[in-house]
Nanobody, 124 residues
Framework: QVQLVESGGGLVQAGDSLRLSCAAS????????MGWFRQAPGKEREFVAT????????YYTDSVKGRFTISRDSAENTVYLQMSSLKPEDTAVYYC?????????????????WGQGTQVTVSS
């Protein structure tokens, strides 16, 4: 069972960029499709981005398309979320998640392993 640890969150201004990292350990990283989700205060957790096991397919929620990029580095056992043109509405705790499957998925219930989350705050 893989374990996940996110990092890279922080306080930034609107329009800035930030890169989140999620380091995986204790399992075979290449066996997992990966996803990023976020949860803002008082709101339900929502899907952000996902990447398949072989890194050749990704999918994003509409609100981040063109601004966020998900990628993975198998040598580093890490998945990244590059965020640019950040907006105050991107403020949330960001979680990475692992799905023991080849294909990406935007449904949180399909992910069995989650990190502890990293806070991203975007000021206006």
């Amino acid at each position: 069972q893989v374990q996940l640890v996110e990092s890279g969150g922080g306080l930034v201004q609107a329009g800035d960029s930030l890169r989140l990292s999620c380091a995986a350990s204790g399992g075979t990283f290449s066996n997992y499709a990966m996803g990023w989700f976020r949860q803002a205060p008082g709101k339900e957790r929502e899907f952000v981005a996902t990447i398949n096991r072989s890194s050749d397919s990704t999918y994003y929620t509409d609100s981040v398309k063109g601004r966020f990029t998900i990628s993975r580095d198998s040598a580093e056992n890490t998945v990244y979320l590059q965020m640019s043109s950040l907006k105050p509405e991107d403020t949330a705790v960001y979680y990475c998640a692992a799905r023991y499957d080849s294909f990406w998925c935007s449904t949180s219930d399909e992910y069995k392993t989650w990190g502890q989350g990293t806070q991203v705050t975007v000021s206006s």
